[in-house]
């Protein structure tokens, strides 16, 4: 069982529902992330998704984009991002942390060596969004052989015939994109949600959370209420923009950690 399995049978046990914040590891620079992400398990985050900067994200708004050429132009590195995973293993050993990205900084370090130091980094899962279910031997399938969790996207256009096929080698959870287009670009909306998320579970087994376009407690708590989690991304990094101190993008973090869990 890896961290994340471990985390939604808890969070089952406790009618709860999860939370999942993203962040960019290395934005505004190295320590003032490690920081603000040693810090989100006691402002409420079940699951951290940590971003692997890269110079060509296509699946990310500006918002993301941004938070990438911040973390780049401070010398983040996929070496240095492992190392920022490391530091937070020193403290913290049961949060979970996926690692969402493409997959040229992984396939230039070599995918043996990447699943090796990741693994032993202290790494969950792996969210990789420019590798499609047919690419599956290229990392989907060494990663769940070295134990680590390969956490597939459904989108709105995911229809029937094609979910079979992105659920088939998923594991701890699916990631439910539940807007078209880019993070950060529209807004998610729980009626519209719910349907979809009850397709993923009758085809996947696995629990379901709901990203991008959510963005307030208050929606985090309408989607948390019809998915088993959701993940907010961009409103976090948006005050890391803004120049929130790590204490004030926490303090942020609580309140929609808090809308989630009263679901």
């Given at each position: ?11 089952r046990?406790?009618g709860?529902?999860a939370?999942?914040s993203y962040?960019?590891a ?8 490690l ?7 006691a402002a409420?985050v079940?699951?951290?998704e940590?971003?692997l ?10 918002t993301i984009q941004?938070a990438g050429?911040r973390?780049?132009e401070?010398?983040?590195t996929l ?14 050993d049961t949060?979970p942390?996926?690692l ?15 699943l ?5 980094a202290?790494?969950?899962?792996l969210?990789?969004?420019?590798l499609?279910p ?9 990663a769940?052989d070295a134990?680590l969790?390969f ?6 256009t995911?229809?029937d015939?094609?979910l ?7 594991s701890g959870?699916v990631?439910?994109?539940s ?8 807004e998610?909306n729980a009626a519209d ?7 993923i579970?009758?085809a996947s087994g ?5 990203g991008f376009?959510?963005?307030?407690p208050?929606k985090?708590?309408?989607i948390?209420?019809v998915?088993?989690g959701?993940?907010i ?5 948006n005050r890391?923009?803004n120049g929130?101190?790590?204490e ?5 973090v609580k309140?929609l950690?808090?809308g989630?869990?009263?679901a």
């Amino acid at each position: 069982m890896t961290r994340i399995d471990a985390k939604f049978e808890d969070l089952r046990a406790r009618g709860k529902k999860a939370f999942v914040s993203y962040v960019m590891a290395g934005d505004p620079d190295f320590d003032r992330s490690l920081e603000i992400v040693r810090g989100l398990p006691a402002a409420g985050v079940d699951i951290i998704e940590l971003g692997l900067p890269f110079t060509d994200p296509m699946a990310d708004g500006p918002t993301i984009q941004l938070a990438g050429q911040r973390a780049l132009e401070g010398g983040m590195t996929l070496k240095r991002t492992l190392e920022m995973v490391r530091a937070f293993r020193e403290n913290d050993d049961t949060t979970p942390i996926v690692l969402m990205g493409y997959y040229n900084p992984i396939y230039s370090m070599g995918v043996e060596k990447f699943l090796t130091e990741a693994k032993d980094a202290g790494i969950d899962g792996l969210i990789v969004v420019d590798l499609p279910p047919e690419e599956d031997i290229e990392l989907c399938l060494p990663a769940q052989d070295a134990g680590l969790n390969f956490i597939r996207l459904a989108t709105p256009t995911t229809d029937d015939k094609r979910l079979p096929r992105v659920v088939q080698n998923t594991s701890g959870f699916v990631y439910y994109v539940s807007i078209t287009g880019i993070t950060g670009s529209a807004e998610a909306n729980a009626a519209d949600v719910s349907p979809e998320v009850k397709r993923i579970q009758k085809a996947s087994g696995l629990p379901v959370i709901v990203g991008f376009g959510v963005n307030t407690p208050e929606k985090a708590r309408a989607i948390a209420e019809v998915a088993d989690g959701v993940v907010i991304g961009s409103a976090i990094v948006n005050r890391i923009a803004n120049g929130d101190s790590p204490e004030d993008v926490l303090a942020f973090v609580k309140t929609l950690a808090d809308g989630a869990h009263s679901a």
